[in-house]
C-alpha cells in the first residue's frame, strides 16, 4: 500500500507563498489520486484540493479557488500544492490523502480517503 508523506511546511508572512510536497513510500503515487485536507482545532480536518492520478483533473474548495495550485509530476512520485496570497485563515496542519477512485462529491470526505500522511505545519504571521 501507499504511504504519503508531506514536506515543505513553515513559517511564511502574509501574502506570502509556499509549496508543500507530497512523495510517497511503499507503491507509487502515480496509482492514485492525491488530496490535500488541513485541518485546525476550531475547523477540524477540511478539504482543500484534489488531483486525479493524471493531473487533469482538479478540484479545490472555494476559499482557495485561484491562490492554491494542485499538481503532480508522476516522473518523480509527487503532488506538489502551490500556495499563495497566504492569510491567517490558512494557517493550520496541512495532510496529504490518497485514494485509488477519482473525483466524486466524497473526495470532499475525510474518510473516503484510506491513506494519509502525518500532516506538516503551515504557520501564517501577519
Known amino acids: 500500500q501507499v504511504q504519503p508523506v508531506e514536506s515543505g511546511g513553515g513559517l511564511v508572512q502574509a501574502g506570502g507563498s509556499l509549496r508543500l510536497d507530497c512523495a510517497a513510500s511503499?507503491?507509487?503515487?502515480?496509482?492514485?489520486?492525491v488530496g490535500w485536507f488541513r485541518r485546525t482545532p476550531e475547523k477540524g480536518r477540511q478539504f482543500i484540493a484534489f488531483?486525479?492520478?493524471?493531473?487533469?483533473?482538479?478540484h479545490y474548495t472555494d476559499s482557495v479557488k485561484g491562490r492554491f495550485t494542485i499538481s503532480r509530476d508522476n516522473a518523480k512520485n509527487t503532488v506538489h500544492l502551490q500556495m499563495s496570497s497566504l492569510t491567517s485563515e490558512d494557517a493550520a496542519v496541512y495532510y496529504c490523502?490518497?485514494?485509488?477512485?477519482?473525483?466524486?462529491?466524497?473526495?470532499?470526505?475525510?474518510?473516503?480517503?484510506?491513506?494519509w500522511g502525518q500532516g506538516t505545519q503551515v504557520t501564517v504571521s501577519s
Open positions: 511503499g507503491r507509487t503515487l502515480s496509482s492514485y489520486a
Open positions: 488531483t486525479d492520478w493524471t493531473g487533469d483533473d482538479t
Open positions: 490523502a490518497a485514494r485509488t477512485t477519482g473525483w466524486s462529491p466524497t473526495a470532499t470526505i475525510p474518510n473516503s480517503w484510506p491513506y
